[in-house]
């Protein structure tokens, strides 16, 4: 039985980030979508919220288990008897990334392999940085998240007011 882990922020999931689990969660027996506690990004929801939306978005998977970790990713892997991290790639700038992180990884634990999937063609463009940013800016984003997702984000911007010095910076990995 292989046991696989999809780990990220997934601040907030996208169809994208949904492409891959599904995809994943056929190929493995068990898919541990894994969402990481502490990344070093400014947040827009919490591990609670986030993975809310991961539960909703896996719940007619009975092979996808929902769960939040914190500390090295491999460890984590190993606490879960994973032999694979499942990770998910749009662009080349990701392969670059991925493919150093894989390295790493396999420094610190050679029984643990990397698999990638390439998003689907459709949901190349959309990262959790590039949706936020349309939705700040006041774009449409129901092409790219479930319902449940875009109505969160409408509320937490609502809650974050127009012009306040508390809103969410965001950074974008690809600048």
Not at 17 to 34: E, G, M, Q
Not at 44 to 49: D, G, I, Q, T, Y
Not at 136 to 159: D, M, N, T, W
């Amino acid at each position: 039985m292989t046991i696989a882990i999809y780990p990220g922020s997934f601040d907030p999931i996208h169809y994208g980030h949904i492409d891959i689990a599904t995809r994943a969660a056929k190929i493995f027996d068990t898919l541990i979508w894994a969402v990481y506690d502490r990344p070093l990004k400014n947040l827009l929801f919490s591990v609670e919220e986030r993975l809310d939306f991961m539960k909703q978005a896996a719940r007619d998977y009975s092979n996808i288990k929902v769960m939040p970790y914190h500390g090295l990713t491999v460890e984590f892997a190993r606490s879960q008897n994973a032999t694979v991290m499942v990770r998910g790639l749009r662009v080349t700038y990701d392969f670059e990334v991925e493919y150093q992180t894989a390295l790493a990884n396999r420094q610190l634990a050679e029984d643990i392999d990397t698999v990638c999937l390439m998003t689907s063609l459709k949901y190349a463009f959309v990262s959790s940085s590039t949706l936020k940013e349309i939705a700040f800016l006041g774009g449409a984003i129901s092409e790219i998240v479930p319902p449940y997702v875009e109505a969160a984000v409408k509320k937490r911007l609502v809650a974050l007011g127009d012009g306040s010095s508390d809103k969410v910076s965001l950074v974008s990995l690809r600048e």
